[in-house]
């Protein structure tokens, strides 16, 4: 990731910018993991960490924020960690639960399902491109396109929950959005099978 990045996400964190509560979805859905190892992918102030500890998970919790990973520090049954995930390697088959919300890298989908257990389950929320957006990523690679979500996870795993939808987002500002509830299929996947 550009240092450029690493910087203003060190600022913000700095300034406590982000919300403090967990989105409705990770409430709504955690739930649904059979066991209790789970990753936190781009966790900024760990609000989602923090809530997935007091359900009983034990969580990896990544960022790119040295700032954000510094607040984590020292909390139990948290493990953060400051990685590039231009270059950092999920691990394979370790969780049961992956959070990902507004936070968008193509290339880390495989590796989330390969970084699932049998049956573990992907909560993801983030934005789309809509005309009607009235604050969005600064780079449009950070907005799915309408349908991308579901034609991508459709056939690997089973999809239990796939809104898009209008909201207004924690500056106030109204946001086209998605997000998806999915569990990993419990019988093994070839390496085709991914790329197909």
Known sequence: MAIEDKTRWDEKHAQNMMPQEPIALVKEYAHLATGKNALDIACGNGRHSRYLVSLGFEVDALDI??????????????????????????????????????????????????????NGIILME????????????????????????????????????????????YQGFKTMKTSMVARKKSGGMTDEDFWA
């Not at 400051?82 to 639960?97: A, G």
């Open 65 to 118: 924020s040295s700032v954000a990973i510094e607040q984590l520090q020292g909390l139990e049954h948290i493990n953060p960690m400051e990685v590039d995930f231009d270059t950092y390697t999920l691990e394979k088959n370790k969780y049961d639960l992956i959070v990902c919300t507004y936070f968008l890298e193509r290339k880390l989908f495989p590796q989330m399902i390969e970084a699932l257990k049998p």
């Open 126 to 169: 983030t934005f789309l491109h809509d005309e009607g957006n009235e604050r969005t990523p600064s780079n449009p690679a950070f907005r799915l396109n309408e349908g991308e979500l579901e034609a991508y996870f459709d056939h690997k795993m089973e999809i239990l929950h796939i809104p898009e939808f209008w909201d207004t987002d």
